[in-house]
């Protein structure tokens, strides 16, 4: 049974979903604000699931109370990295430390290989696995 049968990258909140519009991203963003999280800007090109420190765009904005602001900073990320996943990170500060609240996918490549399992075998009947990006083989900036 395939359990993602769009074979797209699944990180995030609404990653069974169609590409969400500016103006979907722009709640998104408007309702954070008004529970007053911090937006950041995050961009790969290698989506592991287990590469969870994706490039920083920008400096995080905990200051900013204008959705219209977070997502110009989309906008100047997707003109720089096309290419790449984009995803939009929200984090809530009220505790003193910095917790992810929400996270979503604003940007993906128009081709997205996916990934394979790769299995080996070890000492006796045993197996390893592992998930391997297709496009893992090529290198920085050039995977898509």
Request: aromatic residues 12%; proline residues 6%.
């Amino acid at each position: 049974m395939m359990t993602n049968p769009t074979g797209r990258l699944t990180q995030g909140q609404f990653s069974f979903l169609p590409d969400l519009s500016d103006a979907e991203i722009t709640l998104q963003i408007e309702y954070g604000l008004k529970k007053g999280y911090a937006w950041s800007v995050e961009y790969t090109d290698d989506p592991h699931p287990r590469n969870t420190y994706w490039e920083m765009f920008g400096m995080p904005m905990f200051d900013l109370q204008d959705a219209a602001g977070v997502l110009m900073e989309v906008k100047n990320c997707r003109k720089s990295f096309p290419n790449h996943y984009i995803r939009l990170m929200a984090f809530d500060s009220t505790r003193g430390v910095e917790s992810i609240v929400m996270s979503f996918i604003v940007n993906r490549p128009k081709d997205e290989p996916g990934f394979m399992l790769e299995r080996q075998e070890i000492g006796g009947r045993s197996m390893r696995y592992t998930t391997r990006g297709y496009g893992a083989d090529k290198p920085e900036g050039k995977r898509y």
